[in-house]
Structure formats: C-alpha cells, structure tokens
C-alpha cells in the first residue's frame, strides 16, 4: 500500500476510519474489491470480504495481504459503515436473513449490486428481518463489466440518504469509473444503455471484425484497429459534447465510401435494430 495514499472520510463519521464489508466476490464483487485497494477512501485493512468459495478468497487474499477475509461468515459486518451486497438477486433475501442481528440500522450504509432487486424490496427484506424500527440508507447501484479496469459507468439510486452520504458513494464509485445519480423509476432503462449497451458494443466490435477478416487482415488485426477507432469516436463526442450526425456529417462526402457504408448499414435496419434491442432489455 502506497504511503502516499489519502483517505477520504465524511463528516457524518466524525473522521474515523472507513470501514467496507463486501459480501460476494465473483466477478463483479472482486471487480470492486480490487478497485477499491487502488482507490483513495478505504484502506486495504478496512475491506472485509466474504463468499462461500475459499479459492476465491485464498486468490484475493494473496493478491492484497491486508485485506480481511471471511468464509461464508458475517462476523465483521457490525463494524462496516458501509456493508455491500454483491451477491445475486435470488441470494439477497438470504443474505438479509443472515445478517441482520449484526447491524446497526441507524448508522450503516447497504448498497446492492443486484439487478432488478428495488429499493421497495430490499426496505421491505430489511423490515421483515428487522425487530428494529428504523430502516437504514439504501444505495441500489448498477455498475457494468468495465469495473474490473475501473471504467464502469455505475448508476446510482438512493433511499433514506442524506447529502452528505450521497456524495460518499459517488466518490466511491467515481474511483471505479463515472458515477450517475439517477431517480430509481430511471435504472431499468439507465441499465439496458450501459450495463446491456457495453454487450452490443462488443458485438458490433465482433461483427466488425468478421469484415476486417473477410477483407484480408487478421483478427487481432481488425480489433485492435476497430477497438481503438472505438475509443477515439467516444473521446472526440465526449470532449465536444457535438450530436454525434455532426460528427458523421464530417467523414462524410458527396459520392464517397462512407455515405455507401451508412446507407447500406440503414437499409439493412441498424438503427431501427438498435433502438428494438434497447427498448427490448428494459422489460
């Protein structure tokens, strides 16, 4: 761990350290744990992460020593500030089962990571688990498969949250890509952009490809020169902010290679293809 690291801590914990407790760590789980060691708000001996598969922890724990494991066990989610639920959708009503006696309603975080579990859900899970009144701060957060390099667009929704707390989870998971507060009744559809959008991406990429081998170059080939005309058209609208058919209009000329690229790309339904596969993971 770098010397040099700075840890953020919010007023609301009266600046003590933070503390994270990361129940699931597959892929999306271990994507964030490995994001977090590299981030500025926990230190790698405040991250506590449990799972129910020892390789899993043995691998993580060899790759950040510090880091507190827990086999299937609970035990340091009553110390956590902030406890995240990575685990998939059918297991969290379990896992709520599991920990409740353990927390501290009035004072922790819980964000989940389950798709398509609401905020309204986990409230009521909390509530029917809980001999306790109060219901804690609820994150609902849907990050996608780029979180593993710290590029995830992550959308964020909260229940119970104050300001203060609000910015806490955004610092968090601006460290593990870019963060978007969105209104809940606006994650089903914020999903089928970012979390379905990066597969459609890496579909064009494959289909793209596939041409790039039938004109005479190597796949590695193709995708590499595909992949990084990928990451310039999306650097070029983000430094811009230009509509995009400005950006076509300037590669496009009377009569040349790529108005016959686009026009064929129309009539076989690209964007009416688009937009059906969109509207079509929403539901």
């Known amino acids: 761990m770098s010397i040099n690291k700075i840890y953020y801590v919010p007023l609301w914990l009266n600046f003590k350290s933070m503390k994270i407790a990361i129940i699931g760590c597959g892929n999306m789980g271990g994507a964030i744990v490995r994001g977090l060691v590299k981030g500025s708000v926990f230190r790698d001996e405040d991250i506590t992460v449990s799972d129910i598969n020892p390789d899993i922890l043995s691998a993580v724990k060899e790759e950040i020593p510090a880091l507190k494991t827990e ?136 289909a793209a490809t596939l041409a790039g081998v039938e004109m005479g170059f190597y796949p590695e080939e193709a995708q590499n020169m595909i992949v990084n005309t990928m990451l310039g058209a999306a650097e070029l609208l983000k430094a811009t902010g230009e509509n995009p058919e400005k950006e076509i209009d300037k590669v496009t000329t009377p009569g040349g290679i790529t108005i016959r690229g686009l ?19 929403k539901f």
């Open 263 to 281: 026009n064929e790309l129309e009539a076989n339904g690209f964007s009416d293809a688009v937009i059906k596969a969109l509207k079509a993971s």
């Open 71 to 206: 086999l299937d066990a609970f035990d340091n989610v009553s110390e956590a500030d902030i406890v995240l639920l990575a685990v998939k959708p059918w297991l969290v009503d379990s896992i709520i089962d599991r920990i409740k006696f353990r927390m501290d309603y009035e004072r922790q975080i819980i964000i989940s990571i389950a798709a398509g579990v609401s905020i309204e859900t986990l409230a009521k899970s909390f509530e029917k688990h809980s001999d306790k009144y109060h219901i804690p701060t609820i994150v609902r957060v849907i990050p996608n498969t780029a979180i593993a390099i710290r590029k995830s667009v992550n959308l964020i929704a909260t229940e119970n949250a104050s300001d203060e707390q609000k910015e806490l989870i955004v610092k968090i998971f601006d460290e593990l890509g870019m963060s978007i507060l969105l209104d809940e009744s606006k994650l089903t559809a914020g999903t089928t952009l970012t979390s379905c959008g990066i597969a459609y991406l890496f579909r064009y990429v494959r």
